[in-house]
């Protein structure tokens, strides 16, 4: 079984900082992929970022970058320069290699000071 | 690209009714697949769907049912309405099945279900 978690209960960040977004898992599993998306108050869930359990490198897309420790088991966000628009709840989610099941944990409330 | 649709997205039932929710995929996207978010139990997932057949199922009662069209829609179908069954039902869609091997899923704006 899969399990994620985000024990960050709420964040503050000020307009144009960067934050990081704090995210654990754990499985026994090999392959896996780990994910993070954005929901607004709307509702809709907006994919963020991606990252395989053999990739080496880090992904990054355009300000968000996960800093992936595979031996801590952590996947962590990081929004660079946020914007007024990065206040939203933000969920870690993870699936087993082959399979479309997603597990997200509790996700984080982020809010963005002017 | 149009992304995923889902109709309604709102809903008012009563307790005992029966309701059925719509999703349609970005096209060219073979599966969908369901959860269920409350502000208690987070989002959970219900079922997936591939080439009109269930994949993968969530711990959920067998109340909630689903199906995938041809064309690849799918409906999910709550009967006997509970009011802990209200929420927002999520739809997603991906290319193929198998997230983990790299296919993100691209999610609905959800219906919200209200049970009174």
């Known amino acids: 079984a899969q399990k994620i978690t985000q024990t960050q209960p709420g964040m503050f960040v000020q307009e144009k900082e960067a934050v990081t977004l704090d995210c654990t898992y754990d499985t026994s599993d090999q392959s896996y992929g780990l994910f993070w998306y954005k929901q607004p108050s709307s509702g809709e869930m907006i994919f963020l970022i991606y990252q395989g359990s053999y990739d080496e490198q880090n992904a990054t897309e355009g300000r968000y970058s996960l800093n992936f420790q595979k031996a801590r088991k952590s996947a962590n966000l990081v929004i660079s320069a946020s914007q007024l628009g990065d206040s939203a709840m933000y969920f870690c989610?993870?699936?087993?290699?082959?399979?479309?099941?997603?597990?997200f944990g509790k996700g984080i409330t982020l809010s963005v000071r002017p | 690209k149009a992304g995923v649709t889902q109709t309604p997205r709102y809903l008012i039932k009563t307790r005992g009714q029966q309701v059925t929710l719509s999703c349609s995929p970005i096209?060219?996207?073979?599966?969908v697949s369901w959860y269920q978010q409350t502000p208690g139990q987070g989002l959970q997932f219900l079922f997936e769907y591939f080439s009109e057949t269930q994949r993968n199922k969530g711990n959920f009662p067998g109340r909630f049912s689903g199906r995938q069209f041809s064309n690849s829609r799918s409906e999910m179908n709550v009967s006997t309405l509970e009011l802990g069954d209200s929420a927002l039902y999520l739809c997603?869609?991906?290319?193929?099945?198998?997230?983990?091997?790299?296919?993100?899923?691209?999610f609905g704006p959800g219906t919200r279900l209200l049970v009174l």
């Open positions: 997603a869609s991906s290319p193929f099945a198998g997230v983990g091997v790299g296919e993100t899923q691209y």
């Open positions: 989610a993870m699936s087993p290699g082959a399979n479309s099941k997603l597990t």
């Open positions: 096209s060219g996207h073979r599966s």
